[in-house]
């Protein structure tokens, strides 16, 4: 399969920065954010390139290297831009450079400016009821008809399923081959016959998450990424990135929960004790030595692709967010119950801040994008080079490992 390469372009390191900073200028001067419409204004920083720097000019980028993008969310985002990660964070931060790396150009071509300016949202089909943590043992099939996929099975905890266009699919393909070598990986239509999505209620109200059952729904070759077996390799794509980009949050000082809590600390000087003082000083610094560590992983990063650093980043920055709105609740106190708007979904997510509502929703923190548990594991044995897990499934075929 033909992939789109992301080789920096001519010039040197000093002129493809120099060149995305005017961009960036150019952008805000011309589509000023807090006054153009945020379809608009993305579009503008797709057409200059700032989507995501790194990638190939025409899809996105400028060719220049990945340590340049927090340079120019620092101009787009301190000027008043969107997250685009928390706008399609699949899309964004996990489907994108998996696109890219893994599938044909026309595929990227087709794909990525509609994920970037939000037309098209994604998911991630990979969790399943007896494979989580154990990404590797899932048993959804995908089997070669002529010359499309027919895949059916069943996916869990599938974040915004139900509002998704497109999806990330990890499918077994042959169940002789032991459990990482048997599978391979799709973008699959979740608008095509026989794709069913149910919601699962949270315990905030809301159903964000969902169940995805899948029966004999049919998935074209050209959307097959990577070659057929070597899903695993393409997962790792995706999942790499996917750690990096919800622990390399903002760019911007004073951003994202901890923005969140400031304003609360703020508007609420009736509440102030010095204890509570301390510990938003706290937390306001751990933030801070967050952002720069993310930058400066961006920044040194430089071609390379995300590495087991960026759960380092997902790690700490899921802890780091529960503490935050811990903090809130203590702050508010039983006001902390109330929610501003409540309807037949749920909470009302585009209200007030919600304190109550955020807190509940950072108990997922640990959990989603990897557990805190396997991205210890992850640092343990990848970064520090410690004894691995004992694992009794090595080089067994799939279909003769225990489940359940």
Excluded at 65 to 71: D, L, N
Excluded at 279 to 302: I, Y
């Amino acid at each position: 399969m033909t992939s789109t390469t992301s080789t920096p372009t001519t010039g040197s390191p000093a002129a493809r920065r120099a060149r995305a900073i005017e961009a960036a200028r150019g952008v805000v001067e011309s589509h000023p954010p807090t006054t153009t419409p945020r379809r608009e204004f993305l579009e503008a920083c797709f057409d200059a390139g700032l989507a995501w720097v790194h990638f190939p000019e025409g899809l996105g980028g400028l060719g220049a290297e990945p340590g340049v993008q927090a340079a120019v969310d620092e101009i787009l985002q301190g000027a008043g831009g969107p997250i685009p990660f928390w706008l399609n964070p699949m899309g964004y931060g996990m489907a994108a450079p998996t696109v890219l790396h893994h599938g044909s150009a026309e595929l990227s071509e087709r794909l990525l400016r509609p994920l970037y300016v939000c037309d098209e949202l994604w998911c991630q089909l990979f969790s399943e009821p007896g494979a989580g943590s154990d990404l590797a043992g899932l048993a959804t099939r995908a089997e070669k008809v002529g010359d499309e996929w027919v895949v059916s099975g069943q996916k869990v905890w599938t974040s915004s399923a139900h509002l998704a266009r497109w999806a990330l699919l990890l499918a077994r393909t042959d169940p002789d081959q032991p459990k990482h070598r048997g599978l391979t990986y799709f973008v699959l239509d979740m608008h095509a016959p026989g794709v069913e999505v149910r919601p699962l209620r949270q315990m905030t109200g809301e159903a964000e998450f969902n169940e995805v059952h899948l029966t004999e729904a049919r998935i074209p070759d050209s959307h097959r990424l990577g070659e057929v077996g070597e899903g695993w390799r393409v997962a790792m794509t995706t999942l790499m990135n996917e750690r990096s980009a919800i622990g390399g949050g903002s760019s911007v000082r004073g951003s994202g929960s901890i923005g969140s809590a400031l304003r609360l600390w703020r508007a609420r000087p009736d509440l102030h004790t010095p204890e509570l003082r301390a510990r938003l000083v706290e937390l306001f610094a751990r933030a801070d030595a967050a952002r720069l560590t993310g930058d400066r992983f961006r920044v040194e990063q430089g071609d390379r692709p995300a590495g087991a650093e960026g759960s380092i980043g997902k790690l700490t920055g899921a802890e780091l967010n529960q503490e935050v709105y811990e903090f809130c609740l203590d702050l508010l106190g039983p006001d902390a119950a109330l929610y501003s708007g409540y309807g037949p979904d749920g909470p009302d997510a585009e209200a007030a801040e919600d304190y109550g509502r955020l807190f509940l929703r950072s108990r997922a923190n640990t959990i989603e994008g990897g557990t805190s548990e396997v991205l210890r594991n992850i640092l343990g044995e990848r970064l520090l080079g410690l004894p691995g897990d004992v694992r009794v499934d090595t080089g067994k075929p799939w279909r003769d490992v225990p489940r359940g």
